[in-house]
């Protein structure tokens, strides 16, 4: 099984600056990496697909970056509606998820 | 506009059954492969089972199989998962979710706001 590390666990952040997460795989998964926002009682949303592809109706602030073992999610400037938790998952050999990041304001 | 909308769940005792619906609209069924992803209470995800569009293949992670059964009635546009042997563990909100093929595998584009199964004595 392809075991997903995202860091940092939590990451706090004013609005306006720019975050950038992490995400491993423990073997290479090519391009073959999702990312999903979930907001408390909401279903998870699909950010990005093939590492660096926005998903339909995402904003340009949200771009994805990396390949093989290791993922970069950046918000170039963070908006209120920004602040929740990130997934990322592969889908080269089965599909697992990382634990995810959480967004919150400082 | 895409709409998954599940129902079915429900608190059980463990060792029993439960069998989860999903009907959708919005979408050409028949063509695309579907999900369910589960999520434990605080926790994160985790893919339970996929089907193709024709239901002809059918995958599940290793700690469902031979106990969950994901199956598809497109005539009807509905998707289902029965559950069998249930186990505490398996108490999560249950997605379903519309899926696309990125060969060799899917990622998840649209999701039902998901079912509670609580397995529990």
């Known amino acids: 099984e392809i075991v997903m590390t995202q860091s940092p666990a939590t990451l706090s952040l004013s609005p306006g600056e720019r975050a950038t997460l992490s995400c491993r795989a423990s073997?290479?998964?090519?391009?073959?990496l999702a990312w999903y926002q979930q907001k408390p009682g909401q279903a998870p949303r699909l950010l990005m697909y093939g590492a660096s592809s926005r998903a339909t109706g995402i904003p340009a602030r949200f771009s994805g970056s990396g390949s093989g073992t290791e993922f970069t999610l950046t918000i170039s400037s963070l908006q209120s509606e920004d602040f929740a938790v990130y997934y990322c998952?592969?889908?080269?050999?089965?599909?697992?998820f990382g634990g995810g990041t959480k967004v919150e304001i400082k | 506009e895409v709409q998954l909308e599940e129902s079915g769940g429900g608190l059980v005792q463990p060792g029993e059954s439960l069998r989860l619906s999903c009907a959708a609209s919005g979408f050409t069924f028949s063509s695309y492969w579907v999900s369910w992803v589960r999520q434990a209470p605080g926790k994160g995800l985790e893919w339970v089972a996929n089907?193709?569009?024709?239901?002809?293949?059918?995958y599940y992670v290793e700690s469902v199989r031979g106990r969950f059964t994901i199956s598809r009635d497109n005539a009807k546009n509905s998707l289902h998962l029965q559950m069998n042997s249930l186990r505490a563990a398996d108490t999560a909100v249950y997605y379903c979710?519309?899926?696309?093929?990125?060969?060799?595998?899917?990622?998840?584009?649209?999701w039902g706001q998901g079912t509670l199964v609580t397995v529990s004595s």
């Open positions: 998952q592969q889908y080269r050999h089965w599909h697992t």
């Open positions: 089907i193709k569009g024709d239901g002809s293949e059918t």
């Open positions: 073997q290479s998964v090519g391009s073959n």
């Open positions: 979710v519309r899926a696309q093929y990125g060969y060799p595998g899917v990622y998840f584009d649209s």
